[in-house]
């Protein structure tokens, strides 16, 4: 089967194209020759094509079991579910990386579409896109290549790892990846603007791009909490495993870019600012892909290939350091007419809230980082727990919360914070009324309410915006179907901003949805014998029996229970637990019974040879607010991110 | 086969990358372009202290006195100043939609 | 006027909400086994807790430490004698004292540094002048 030697041949040739578009883009802007910058167009968009091939012909591997490619015998084997042979190819660390390179070409190709030739912040921005390309294919081709020959070819392959057996496989990796590889458009864009004198950053393509990468990195976030709740067994989503810090911080940086890139559009402010978040974001993007490569900071997610982690934290440095050094130069460039007038205005608290997230990233970049100091300096490496951080980020989290139900409501320039309190005191006070009367009904904890208040103070004001325009609409217009389109046509003319208030309203929810998690729940270990009960809270289950299976490469162990809620029966839910001797690993899948919001979860952790078991019972409160809040999100964000046709004047030159 | 195969993704590249450079194909791909200068709208400082104004009503920051006062002494500011043809044609339109619909 | 009332309705609510909390159904030893478990990595993993860990040393020490709540052990005592075992890096949660305290002030440092940088940015001198309206 030729999968391997072709794929090899085609990674290469579209290194070689790469490198020929970046000398194409260097002639065509030094001599402004646009024939060049076309051939560079031409020349990127052919090595989408060429990785495109390659990533297929890796697939082909996988799907044929060629094993004559030693990355197919290391990650997959006959044995596993067919289905999954399909996306093997991004489990380990070269195959990812294939991957990597193959999403950056798309994205490479969709930025470069109808763009003119003359305009040298695309072009430049291409360059320094194609830099990164280059980087990543020369690491894969050369250090990683997921084609290299096996020196002997093996019956059988090593199978796929357990864990990994499960339907979020399909969607977080790929999306998670892509995104963490979607920071360098946008840091490309300014970057490339800086470079061609163009003065606002190329803002509105920024702003899109900026969105569409923090939109993917939001669903590869909720994606794998939401598998991680699943398959990992201890009924929680989020562990601030390094790995998943280093997927949260460029999250945190390019939240609070969304939000300054507002201040730079409608105040032409915070340029400088503004670079200074997308060459950090970048940077942690980048130290995304360095941790997961595995190196000095362990972790349960890493690849574990220490010797490319090196190059990462390398070219990491060099493009940091590259970028600090420019930015500085061009400062000048970048000097803001207008400033913050008042410590009550929109684009004053966007700055606190900007602030606040890179102080959440930078306490967590210090706890993921801090064992690679303490095994420097004292040789012991400390690992930093969950509980370091939900202490030290969760008073910032809320800070932030409050600000998000203040700042969309607030005017730009100035305002007058005596005026503001008396127009917001009586919202205030009913968001209050209902809060409590919520944690009377659900019985809550006052992180909880505390939740509900900012939650019903934002979304109260956001009801009185709606209802204002609905009132203006019918005012002018008596006809119903006038004033309806009336009202839409205002709601249309302005979806950046009310895409953004449903994509707060989401994230009032997640956070909702955490409280109640994190104070509201209740967890304990119940030690049982077949036929015994437990109680906790309001549910009863009953121990019922274990079955044992054995399949051809691991061993299943079913435990049954049945459980009653108030006393009424809810019928017989089962968890299991999957060993895989070739691994030594297993791998769980938790019973969960959904009530609405609430979750029951129930998982075993030991089972004698007695089949008496210990099972680990979770009540997760308010768990649904996640999901749910999470689809909000992006909701909105896409809502946001849809392109409003202004009239453009269109002169025609011959 | 695979040295086939390699040859012919090469003799493309080439062509692909060599395709500008050819008078014929330049011409064609220029001809069919209508180059349209496209002018986005220029928000000069004053439509967007205008446009401000709006949202805060819109959005309840500003009653309705407190808007009818603000509007008032924008019109006397923009009265004074001079603003790009273009802009002051827009700023109108929306305040003659701003005056209609009281 | 009016407003004063409201602000001191609002305090009281907000006072007397706090002291609300859900019953826990779970015993105080329960709930010092579920702080602890946080607390102690796992030995044998990369990053991870024994609360979260599903490995038989994990199972093996939540069983110790439930004992020796049991038996009347402090919450220091379990810790002294388990970094004794494993040395200091069984504890997740670096300690208030000693080297690891630096990653406790790091937060304060971060937010006093974000306070200095709010303030240089509030404060940005103009270097272009341009007439500013309103």
């Known amino acids: 089967m030729i999968y391997g030697s072709l794929g090899d041949l085609v990674i290469k040739l579209s290194l070689g194209m790469y490198i020929y578009s970046i000398f194409a883009i260097f002639i065509g802007i030094k001599y402004q020759d646009l024939k060049f910058i076309y051939s560079a167009r031409l020349a990127s968009y052919f090595g989408t094509f060429l990785l495109l091939l390659s990533t297929i012909t890796l697939v082909l591997g996988f799907v044929n079991h060629d094993y004559s490619i030693q990355y197919v015998a290391d990650h997959s084997s006959n044995t596993m579910p067919y289905i999954y042979t399909w996306i093997a190819f991004y489990s380990g660390n070269e195959g990812s990386l294939l991957f990597i390179c193959t999403c950056l070409s798309i994205l490479l190709f969709l930025f470069i579409q109808n763009k003119k030739l003359n305009d040298n912040s695309i072009n430049f921005s291409h360059l320094f896109i194609l830099l990164f390309q280059i980087f990543l294919l020369i690491s894969t081709s050369i250090l990683a290549n997921p084609f290299t020959e096996a020196p002997n070819i093996v019956q059988d392959g090593q199978g796929i790892n357990p864990l990994l057996l499960h339907f979020g496989m399909f969607v977080h990796p790929p999306v998670q990846m892509l995104g963490l590889t979607a920071v360098v458009i946008p840091f490309s864009i300014a970057i490339g603007s800086l470079c061609a004198k163009n003065e606002n950053l190329n803002i509105n393509s920024l702003r899109v791009w900026a969105l569409a990468t923090w939109v993917i990195l939001t669903i590869g976030l909720a994606l794998g909490s939401w598998w991680a709740y699943t398959i990992l067994g201890w009924g929680g989503y989020w562990a601030w495993d390094p790995v998943e810090n280093s997927s949260l911080m460029p999250w945190l940086l390019m939240t609070a870019f969304i939000h300054s890139i507002m201040v730079q559009k409608k105040r032409n402010m915070f340029k400088g600012w503004n670079l200074f978040l997308i060459i950090f974001a970048f940077f942690m993007a980048q130290m995304g892909m360095f941790i997961n490569r595995g190196g000095p900071v362990p972790s349960v997610h890493s690849f574990g290939s220490s010797s490319l982690g090196w190059t990462f934290l390398l070219f990491m440095f060099v493009s940091t350091i590259f970028s600090f050094v420019f930015f500085i130069y061009r400062y000048r460039s970048l000097a803001s007419v207008n400033y913050v007038q008042s410590v009550l205005s929109r684009e004053s608290l966007i700055l606190v809230q900007n602030v606040l997230f890179l102080s959440v990233a930078i306490i967590t970049l210090m706890g993921t980082i801090y064992p690679v100091f303490t095994k420097s300096i004292e040789d012991e490496q400390i690992y930093v727990g969950r509980e370091f951080y939900d202490l030290v980020n969760a008073p910032i989290l809320l800070l932030i919360m409050i600000i998000l139900s203040i700042a969309p409501f607030v005017p730009w320039k100035n305002s007058n914070i005596s005026s503001y309190i008396n127009k917001k005191i009586i919202i205030f006070v009913i968001a209050v009324l209902f809060a409590i009367l919520n944690s009377w009904i659900i019985s809550g904890h006052y992180w909880v309410t505390i939740s509900f208040v900012v939650l019903y103070f934002s979304s109260i004001q956001i009801l009185i915006e709606f209802y204002k325009i609905l009132k203006t609409s019918f005012n002018k217009f008596k006809n119903l179907r006038n004033a309806l389109f009336k009202f839409l046509n205002i709601l249309y003319s302005n979806l950046s901003r009310y895409g953004g208030l449903i994509s707060h309203t989401g994230i009032l929810l997640v956070m909702l949805g955490i409280a109640g998690t994190s104070f509201m729940g209740i967890e304990k270990d119940f030690a049982l014998k077949p036929g015994q009960s437990g109680t906790l809270k309001n549910y009863q289950f009953t121990y019922l029996k274990t079955d044992i299976t054995q399949k051809s490469d691991h061993t299943n162990i079913k435990a049954v229970m049945q459980i009653d809620k108030n006393g009424k029966s809810l019928g017989e839910y089962t968890t299991s637990k999957s060993y895989y001797p070739r691994f030594d690993m297993n791998s769980t899948k938790a019973g969960i019974l959904n009530f609405g919001l609430e979750d029951f979860y129930f998982s075993q952790s030991v089972i004698s040879d007695d089949n008496s078991a210990v099972f680990e019972v979770k009540i997760n409160p308010l768990v649904s607010l996640i999901w749910t809040g999470a689809f909000v999100v992006v909701v909105g964000a896409l809502i946001s991110v849809i392109p409003v046709y202004k009239k453009k004047d269109k002169v025609k030159i011959k | ?102 | 006027m009016n407003n004063y009332f409201i602000y001191l309705f609002i305090i009281v609510i907000s006072i007397a909400g706090c002291f609300y909390n859900v019953d826990n159904d779970l015993t105080n030893n329960e709930i010092r086994l579920l702080n602890l478990e946080k607390q102690i990595k796992c030995p044998i993993c990369p990053a991870e807790t024994i609360a979260e860990s599903n490995t038989k040393v994990s199972k093996d020490l939540k069983n110790f430490i439930k004992l020796k709540i049991d038996e009347g052990w402090s919450d220091d005592k379990i810790k002294s004698f388990l970094i004794s075992k494993y040395g200091k890096e069984i504890l997740a949660t670096p300690q208030k004292k000693g080297s690891d305290l630096f990653l406790w002030i790091i937060p304060i440092i971060v937010l006093i540094f974000g306070v200095f940088i709010y303030w240089s940015l509030y404060k940005t001198i103009r270097f272009r002048t341009k007439g500013e309206q309103n």
């Open chain 2, 1 to 102: 086969m695979l040295n086939l195969i390699g040859l012919l993704i090469i003799i493309i590249m080439i062509i692909v990358i060599l395709l500008p450079f050819n008078d014929n194909f330049w011409n064609y791909i220029n001809k069919n372009k209508t180059h349209t200068k496209t002018t986005l709208i220029d928000d000069s400082d004053f439509e967007l202290d205008l446009n401000s104004i709006i949202t805060d009503y819109q959005s309840g920051v500003l009653n309705d006195k407190e808007f009818d006062t603000q509007v008032e002494s924008f019109q006397e500011i923009i009265n004074k100043s001079s603003i790009d043809k273009n802009a002051r044609l827009r700023i109108e339109q929306l305040l003659t939609e701003i005056n209609s619909n009281k």
